[in-house]
């Protein structure tokens, strides 16, 4: 029994007491009574009115999540391959589910929160929140979509089409605003409002949608709109004090501007144009090439051009007449000429891959990159996936397919590092790096002692709906992955020096679920298997 609910029915027991004593002397008395009953009785209708409300809202809650889980469940990867679905699941998982609990606390459901109680040490945390959004807003910068796009779920090769609310689209502009991201703040409440003057059904009110839109507008300078926004927050609220503290401060800049504009003699108007939504620019950020990189991943600014394209072959190789081979040689296509880039393909069969991921699942972590500064391994903003690396003793197949990888490239696997088996949730990516170590860094591998990273050979172990290409920002190539097929190139020149064009990049996947291995060969045991050149860059 709740505690109030203990307190009303305590209350009442009081009051037949004291009515016993004293109020039966007089049933002018005892009339007051009947109206306190009576107003007791409304108070009970009203508490089971809320309690059948409450279940009402607990029933159609579980009806709607059985009818999500139900098509989830058929096809987890699918489902999740829409990154609007998995920011959703982080969601209901780590805020909405929460929500439910603290309705169903409300009375003495001990089973059910007993249960919930448990499942939640396993639930995404508000870190986990924050990453989602912060993904769908990658996503949305990356490949040019607009909040309304992802909002209605309007994405390439989706199976599940999924919806935000204006509930989401709140939620996604708070985490930007807390993150100081002022330009994505501005996006989602925009969104936000958008939906709800067009009669969404929400909890978020107007004036919270507004309150946070006028001040991220403000942040970019735009005063007139700001303005306008807070008059229309005080419209719908005109006794909330910050907006009005607000707008006294917005009209004395606004003033303090016209004075200044005066005094360097410079016509202005009162009537100036309001500054539309998308009109602010996305800040600039640590990334150089971003603008570059992102195209590339959107397939703009591939430089493949028909005199590039006529040098680029198809042919059966045979790993220079290695024996396993000549029977059975691998289908080898040029993906660009200089640095020289192949792809290979029926590499991994469907039964390999998934006794890779097998394998891999269970050791999955955050993948790491290594701190240039330190020499620390540590988690990166720029490298979302997750990771294991599987040795040849876990199962034969490891041990057939690095085989398989030497066969091909001619280059020793027994100096090469161990399998490395990737997945990239919602929105992962790999931002521009470089895979050898650089003279700024020469200690990078000096743990394994087998020298610098000669070559790099990536099996793609699952197809992308969109999204997720390898490209090369440097010389602009865009890379796909095709499930079974592997790319192979070298990170050093002969010489040993590092070849900088190979500085690459795995594009955010929008969506699909990306499944990846590699292998990174080793300077050490290869000396003769590939020699020295005659100058620095053969």
């Known amino acids: 029994m709740k505690p109030w609910l203990q307190l009303v029915f305590f209350t009442c027991i009081l009051l037949i007491w004291h009515t016993e004593a004293e109020f039966f002397t007089s049933i002018g008395q005892m009339t007051d009574l009947i109206y306190a009953e009576k107003d007791l009785v409304q108070s009970l209708k009203e508490y089971i009115r809320a309690e059948e409300n409450k279940l009402s809202q607990i029933k159609s809650w579980a009806e709607k999540m059985d009818a999500l889980t139900s098509k989830s469940a058929s096809d987890p990867e699918g489902y999740l391959a829409h990154p609007v679905n998995a920011y959703k699941l982080v969601k209901r998982l780590n805020t909405d589910w929460l929500e439910l609990e603290n309705l169903v606390l409300q009375d003495t459901t001990n089973g059910f929160i007993a249960n919930l109680t448990i499942q939640r040490q396993f639930f995404p945390t508000e870190e986990d929140e924050t990453g989602a959004a ?133 016509t202005t108007t009162t009537t100036e144009p309001v500054v539309q939504s998308g009109a602010y620019e996305r800040p600039l950020d640590y990334l150089p090439e971003r603008d570059i990189y992102e195209a590339l991943c959107r397939g703009e600014g591939v430089k493949m051009t028909p005199r590039r394209q006529k040098r680029l072959f198809c042919r059966y190789h045979d790993g220079n007449r290695n024996p396993h081979l000549l029977i059975a040689p691998f289908k080898e296509e040029d993906e660009w000429d200089s640095p020289h880039i192949v792809r290979y393909y029926d590499v991994m069969s469907d039964e390999e891959i998934e006794k890779i991921k097998q394998l891999a699942k269970p050791r999955l972590a955050r993948a790491t990159v290594r701190d240039p500064k330190t020499g620390v391994l540590t988690v990166a903003s720029y490298r979302v996936s997750k990771s294991s690396w599987l040795e040849e003793d876990d199962d034969p197949v490891v041990a057939k397919v690095n085989q398989r990888m030497q066969q091909i490239t001619g280059l020793t696997v027994k100096t090469a590092e161990l399998l490395q088996v990737a997945n990239y949730g919602m929105g992962g990516q790999y931002e521009p790096h470089f895979d050898f170590s650089r003279k700024d860094e020469p200690d990078a591998f000096k743990r394994l002692g087998t020298g610098n990273r000669v070559a790099t050979f990536l099996n793609y172990m699952s197809d992308v709906e969109a999204g997720g290409a390898t490209v090369f920002p440097d010389f602009g190539a865009a890379i796909w992955p095709k499930k079974g097929t592997a790319v192979f190139w070298y990170n050093l020149f002969r010489s040993g020096e590092g070849d900088y064009r190979t500085r690459h990049a795995a594009c955010p996947v929008l969506v699909g679920c990306k499944w990846v291995s590699n292998k990174w060969f080793h300077e050490r045991g290869n000396e003769f298997l590939r020699p020295c050149g005659r100058t620095e860059v053969d």
């Open 134 to 266: 912060k993904a769908l807003m990658r996503l949305q910068d990356t490949y040019k979509l607009d909040p309304e796009t992802l909002s209605r779920g309007n994405l390439p090769g989706t199976k599940y089409r999924s919806y935000l609310t204006v509930g989401d689209c709140f939620g996604m502009g708070k985490t930007a605003y807390n993150d100081g991201d002022y330009y994505h703040t501005v996006l989602w409440m925009e969104q936000a409002l958008k939906q709800h003057d067009e009669g969404e059904d929400t909890t978020v009110s107007k004036v919270e949608i507004l309150d946070y839109l006028s001040y991220a507008v403000f942040q970019f300078g735009d005063l007139h709109r700001a303005m306008e926004l807070t008059r229309r927050l005080i419209s719908l609220d005109s006794t909330h004090d910050r907006a009005g503290s607000n707008l006294r401060y917005f009209e004395k800049l606004l003033e303090k501007e016209r004075e200044e504009k005066e005094k360097s003699n410079k």
